[in-house]
């Protein structure tokens, strides 16, 4: 996947720099924008924004706020490069959220490791759950891989929202993200209320958690979180449905189908020096386990004991 890096220049001289600079980085695509058609560059929402100060004819305060003002664009890095080297104005720059100032004449090799290692960061950032701001499958996957090599004692807990597709399809996705936010307070309240420094959350995707803890503490936490999430979770419903305890949703066929309200299911995994020996082996039986606490009706978590 190549990085699109927009480059604010009016005379093209930085633009061409950096092609040159990057000529055998092929994932890396610099594109000149005028500084008055800003607005209509960010729509592309580019991997990073580079503005040679020197070379536009807006106040770069102004620019710099039209960028972090634009939603999709609140975190995109900004690096501006000038031959302003007074402190004063570099200071106001630096507080318009921009990520580097660099002042001329451009080191080449500082320019083109900056340019990288940010691109990077953000590559690495991808890996956050944007929703929840969990780490994603990348972060779970090195968390366990980790522990196992480490042959710890932990317990990995696979948390399951039940019948949030029905949900979604009733009460809408901006809804249902709410829950999804719900969701993941809940277990991160929960699981660092242990205070440890070994205990881990983390968001897989859509309504699918995980979290680690220590094997003696899970019972705790996960009769804990069920019990939250069941009191807090009927605030998203409106009272016709909670008097019923089921919403209606059409199907396909045109059929009417009754489905019971979100309840919250919960596989634990007992993870003991060998029983494992990849992270392959612990997400099979998590998925079982967890489809066992799912075959109960309401919230409740079943747990797959070490032998």
Known sequence: MYQEIDVIDKNLNLTKELKKMFQKEKDYRFKSVKAEDIEDALKSIPALIIIHEDDIDIDILNLCEIIRQDEDNSITPIIVISSNIDKEHRVKVLSKAVEY?????????????????????????????????????????????????KKEEFAVLYFDLDNFKAYNDTYGFIKGDEIIKLTANIIIKNVHNLELDNAFVGHIGGDDFVAITPN???????????????????????????????????????????????????????????RFSNILEIGEVGAAVKHMAKITLGSAYAVNRRK
């Open 216 to 274: 003696d503490q899970y019972e705790k936490v996960c009769q804990n979180i069920l019990l939250e999430f069941d009191n807090k979770v009927l605030k998203y419903f409106n009272d016709k449905d909670i008097k019923r305890g089921y919403i209606e949703v059409v199907n396909r066929k045109g059929v009417m189908e009754q489905f019971s309200l979100i309840s919250l299911s919960i596989g634990v995994v007992e993870v003991s020096k060998d």
């Open 101 to 149: 100032y660099i002042k001329k004449p451009i080191d080449e090799e500082y320019l083109y490791y900056t340019v990288k290692n940010i691109v990077s960061l953000m590559e690495n950032n991808r890996t956050v759950s944007p929703l929840t701001g969990l780490p994603g499958n990348v972060q779970i996957q090195a968390e366990l891989k980790k522990r196992l090599f």
